[in-house]
């Protein structure tokens, strides 16, 4: 009996340490990935070390740039050219804001919300409309946050972004249901990653590796809408949401 078909895996902010992981579980599996992100160097160096790790084939798309919208097409164009046909796409990118800095400066705030929404709508849209007109099954994962289930003072400009997005994919999802495309949601806590090198790593973070595994078992099992990266950031995020407002304000989270 033959085996199953490795997915053909398309990946945009490979250079994520999140993405790069989840990459790695695929290569093993000996799936042809094509990836894509804004350093076009740290891409082709991810490419390589893929190949060794048992890709099937890599592709390096051009570089797209989240806040340059006529960077996304393109590169959306070339990952499906390159592929034929797409099985599972993951979108990755995203930056972490200064809070203080976006408070200060409204520029400054709206551009890391094109970062960390616009151009991720920007990009589902295009790729789901292709995914529908493929007329085959696959999925479409986008990473968020657990820090868009709830605005808290520390980072409510990263949150808002991050609470649109999850509602957008919600929508999405709705919409691609019946045309077999499933949208997952993953949601994120603390990871420890170049973009959060700043921050003081505490018991709840976990490893980039273990969240791309987290990832990677989110995007090929048929199952569920909603990924919590890990697991326990469910139970954590239900405690915050039900803490009544008039006491959640007063909290320093």
Avoid at 79 to 101: K, N, T, Y
Avoid at 125 to 143: C, F, H, M, Q, W
Avoid at 177 to 186: C, D, F, N
């Amino acid at each position: 009996m033959s085996q199953p078909r490795p997915p053909s895996v398309l990946i945009f902010g490979i250079t994520s340490a999140m993405a790069e992981h989840t990459a790695r579980k695929f290569a093993a599996a000996g799936s042809t990935i094509a990836i894509a992100g804004r350093n076009q160097t740290r891409v082709q160096d991810i490419g390589a070390d893929l190949r060794v790790r048992g890709a099937t084939a890599i592709h390096e798309l051009p570089p797209y740039d989240a806040r340059k919208p006529d960077s996304l097409a393109p590169c959306v164009a070339a990952g499906f050219e390159a592929l034929g046909q797409v099985d599972i796409v993951l979108i990755a990118h995203g930056s972490l804001p200064d809070q203080d800095r976006c408070e200060a400066d409204i520029d400054a705030a709206v551009a890391e919300l094109d970062t960390n929404f616009i151009s991720i709508l920007r990009l589902c849209t295009d790729i789901a409309n292709r995914l529908e007109a493929a007329g085959k099954p696959a999925t479409l994962g986008v990473i968020s946050s657990v820090a868009g289930l709830r605005g808290r003072q520390s980072n409510y400009l990263y949150g808002a972004a991050k609470g649109g997005l999850n509602v957008f994919l919600q929508g999405l999802r709705n919409r691609m249901h019946p045309h077999r495309i499933r949208v997952v949601t993953l949601l994120p806590g603390f990871v420890d990653s170049p973009m959060t090198a700043e921050i003081e790593k505490g018991p709840l973070f976990v490893s980039a590796e273990k969240a791309g595994a987290c990832i990677h078992r989110a995007l090929v099992r048929a199952a569920g809408d909603i990924a919590y990266v890990p697991f326990f950031w469910r139970w954590i995020m239900l405690i915050i949401r039900w803490i009544p407002e008039p006491l959640f304000k007063r909290l320093k989270l």
